[in-house]
């Protein structure tokens, strides 16, 4: 895709991680420049020179296909005199309360100078109300000029760039000034259906949206621990439901739970920004509690298997959050060898890109070249992520490098019957 850059507007994009990138070279690849600002000075380094800091499929092509057009830079001088628009995309972690963290987006609206002319699009997750808050700073700070827009991302790691090209909608929450048409104008060529809405709705479509998909995970996750405890099979009752059309098939695949930079931070962030506001948003609480018991289901059916886990070796295939991506942000792995470690078992770990990120966060583990070495002389097997070549292996090979024959599923992402036809014992979530 390709357009031309004097017929489209610039834009500026604070903030280049993975949703700040995509935003960037989709944008690019519309036909905009796009005038990047990030305050890590190495990651701005590495992007001027070429190299992208994420793995994410066909990022680094985008990038480089509309090399000409993307800018990188520490500073926001070059954004802010290029580009009307500043699509903000820093991160907002949780806090230890759960609230969503805002300094970096409060230090991104303290920078920006007094202007008629500027509009922050806001892409990072927020909670309801930072809109208004923001225009309140503004007008404090003198640059009541500034607009402000409310443009949540979507796009889902592991098919971003795709997700950009193609988003099931856009929204956009805003006073229905300049600064709205200007957004919705970038986005036309897209032929996306387009929300325009006010500032508060679009803030709430976002953390609604994961809310509800997260809820709907461990739904499934509730129903497959019923399925165990009666001899249903959670595979085949997800495919009755998804059948339905008002239920649908996607986010009904039973595991070891959600993880990853978005569901867990934004549905607490919801079930404080509830609690603050004096309602008690008992579903959700449900919902986080379930995800936490559920990445400890993999303990207790290994313990099943082979009684105390101390001196076992434990194999796990897979470290990323999901497949696709190299993001360890609140990923299941990271529980699953903390608790192992904790009863006495070594770990060994293979995932195909996420070992750089996850050496910085686990302690302990031996991490291996490949699924096969992993597996060597290892009592049991854990799918963690579920990365389709773990669905290749060759069952009969891998059973004659165990040590034990203990294979857990933790994403019913295994063809069970392969597994078990190799003479292993096969565990999946919810499975008869
Ligand atoms: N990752 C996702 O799948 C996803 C999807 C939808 C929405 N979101 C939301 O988008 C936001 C960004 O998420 P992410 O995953 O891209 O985060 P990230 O951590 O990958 O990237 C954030 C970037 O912002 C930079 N930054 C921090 N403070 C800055 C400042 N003051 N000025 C300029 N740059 C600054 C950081 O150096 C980093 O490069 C979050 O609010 C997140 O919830 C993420």
């Known amino acids: 895709m390709s357009g031309s850059s004097s017929s489209r507007e610039p834009i500026g994009v604070i903030g280049t991680g993975y949703v700040g990138l995509v935003t960037a070279a989709g944008f690019a690849a519309l036909g905009s420049d796009v005038y990047c600002v990030d305050i890590d000075v190495e990651k701005v380094r590495g992007l001027q020179e070429g190299r992208v800091p994420i793995w994410e499929p066909g990022l680094e092509e985008l990038i480089a296909e509309h090399r000409e057009r993307l800018h990188f830079s520490t500073d926001v001088a070059a954004a802010l005199e290029h580009a009307r628009l500043l699509f903000v995309a820093v991160g907002t972690p949780p806090t230890y309360s759960g609230d969503a963290d805002l300094s970096a987006v409060h230090a991104v609206v303290d920078a920006m100078p007094s202007s008629d002319r500027h509009a922050l699009v806001m892409k990072s997750t927020v909670p309801v109300g930072t809109g208004e808050s923001i225009e309140r700073a503004f007008a404090e700070q003198g640059k009541g000029g500034f607009r402000y827009v409310s443009c949540p991302e979507f796009l889902k790691e592991g098919s971003a760039v795709r ?248 994403r019913n992402a295994l063809p069970g019957d392969g597994v078990r036809a190799a003479g292993l014992a096969y565990e999946g979530i919810g499975r008869r």
């Open 163 to 410: 997700d950009f090209l193609e988003p099931d909608r856009v929204v956009i929450g805003d006073r229905g000034d300049w600064a709205g048409d200007a957004v919705e104008e970038l986005y036309a060529p897209l032929d996306a259906p387009v929300v325009r809405t006010d500032v508060k709705s679009a803030e709430m479509v976002k953390l609604a949206s994961n809310a509800f998909l997260a809820t709907k995970i461990s739904f499934i996750n509730e129903i497959a621990n019923v399925c165990e405890e009666t001899g249903a099979d959670v595979v085949e009752v997800a495919r009755g439901m998804g059948l339905d059309d008002r239920i649908g098939p996607k986010f009904l695949q039973a595991g070891i739970g959600f993880g990853g930079s978005c569901f867990p931070k934004d549905v607490s962030a919801l079930k404080q920004l509830a609690g603050n506001s004096g309602y008690h948003f008992q579903l959700l609480n449900a919902v986080i509690e379930v995800n936490e018991l559920q990445k400890r289901r993999v303990m207790s059916k290994l313990q099943k298997y082979l009684g105390t886990l101390v001196g076992k070796e434990v194999a796990l295939l897979g470290l990323a959050f999901k497949p696709n991506t190299d993001d360890m942000r609140e990923a299941s792995s990271l529980v699953l060898a903390g608790r192992l470690q904790a009863d006495g078992a070594r770990v060994r770990a293979y995932d195909p890109v996420a070992e750089e990120a996850a050496r910085g966060l686990m302690s302990g583990v031996d991490f291996s070249d490949s699924a096969l070495q992993a597996i060597e002389g290892a009592d049991a097997v854990v799918l963690v992520t579920e990365w389709p070549e773990f669905a290749e292996l060759d069952w009969a090979d891998v059973a004659s490098r165990m040590r034990g024959d203990l294979v857990i599923d933790g």
